[in-house]
């Protein structure tokens, strides 16, 4: 039913910046939380930054003060803008949702490939 869009993704070379976009395609969906995870080959996929609904932003500590995670219309666009990026930053970066009185309704979009090139 409610699907997550991702744009953005590409490659870029080491200090540059992209910013990635997703959008759900229904729009009343407005999740409690809305986040960007990434995993890169041979690793397990890991959150990047979330923001939640009326609060705060989070952000890992390989990316704080390098990515920016936005959002509006409830959580229902979310913008990852990414900024002196590293080539340890390539990986499939994937938009996540969680919506419901206790989040137990999660979406997960397709995946967009970001290559970092040093």
């Known amino acids: 039913q409610v699907q997550l869009v991702e744009s953005g993704g590409g490659l870029v070379q080491a200090g540059g910046s992209l910013r990635l976009s997703c959008a759900a395609s229904r729009s009343t969906f407005s999740p409690n939380i809305m986040g960007w995870y990434r995993q890169a080959p041979g690793k397990q996929r890991e959150l990047v930054a979330s923001i939640r609904r009326y609060g705060t932003r989070h952000y890992s500590d390989s990316v704080k003060g390098r990515f920016t995670i936005s959002s509006d219309n409830g959580n229902n666009v979310v913008v990852l803008q990414m900024n002196n990026l590293r080539p340890e930053d390539t990986a499939v970066y994937y938009c996540?949702?969680?919506?419901?009185?206790?989040?137990?309704?999660?979406?997960w979009g397709q995946g967009t490939q970001v290559t970092v090139a040093s």
């Open positions: 996540n949702g969680r919506a419901g009185l206790s989040g137990e309704n999660e979406y």
